[in-house]
Structure formats: C-alpha cells, structure tokens
Nanobody, 119 residues
Framework: QVQLVESGGGLVQPGGSLRLSCTAS????????MGWYRRAPGKERELVAG???????NYADSVKGRFTISRDNAKNTVYLQMNSLKPEDTAVYYC?????????????WGQGTQVTVSS
C-alpha cells in the first residue's frame, strides 16, 4: 500500500529557509495532486501548496512569493522550498497525495513534520 515519508522539518530562525520533501512509496498513480498542509496549535489544518501531475501549482495567500512547490513524477516525490520564514509559519506540515485516477478522489496523508520558526 501507499506510504508517505516526509523529511526536512526543523528549527529555523525568522528569515531562514527549509526544504521539505515527501516521497510516496508503493503504488504509482497516473493522476494525482501532491501538496502540503499545515496545522498550528488551536487551528484547523490548512492548505499551504499543491501541484498537479502536469505541474500546475497553487499556494495559500500567506506563503505566495516565499514558498515554492515542485514534484518529480518519476520519483513520486513532492518538495516544498520555504524561504523568508516567519514565526507564523510554525506548524506541523503534512504531506498529502490526492489520487484522481479513480471514480472518487482519495487522500493519503503523511505523519507530519514539525517546522518551528523562532529566534
């Protein structure tokens, strides 16, 4: 079955950078959206960025111009380059793979990786 393995989280000072990666192992899907969500304490999980098989991407307004999402379809891997990090970016970041080559879309989730932005 599908497993999502995340890496790249950690502690960084404001203005710093991190790159998250997530690799899906197991079944290779033809059509997916891969992306990142995050959840801060006391808040609901929110979409950070997503990218389609064809490379179309979208971002939350709060991260536009600072974060860049990319994917390697051959490796079933999605990346999130995070620059100019702010304390409000502190959250647990979750990798998401949404399978679309089925009658009903189906989501797979990673376990989450902590990103802490603090001086």
């Amino acid at each position: 079955q599908v497993q999502l393995v995340e890496s790249g989280g950690g502690l960084v000072q404001p203005g710093g950078s991190l790159r998250l990666s997530c690799t899906a192992s197991g079944t290779i899907f033809s059509i997916t959206v891969m992306g990142w969500y995050r959840r801060a304490p006391g808040k609901e999980r929110e979409l950070v960025a997503g990218i389609t098989t064809g490379g179309s991407s979208n971002y939350a307004d709060s991260v536009k111009g600072r974060f860049t999402i990319s994917r390697d379809n051959a490796k079933n891997t999605v990346y999130l380059q995070m620059n100019s990090l702010k304390p409000e970016d502190t959250a647990v970041y979750y990798c998401n793979v949404r399978r679309l080559d089925v009658l009903y879309p189906f989501d797979y989730w990673g376990q989450g990786t902590q990103v802490t932005v603090s001086s």
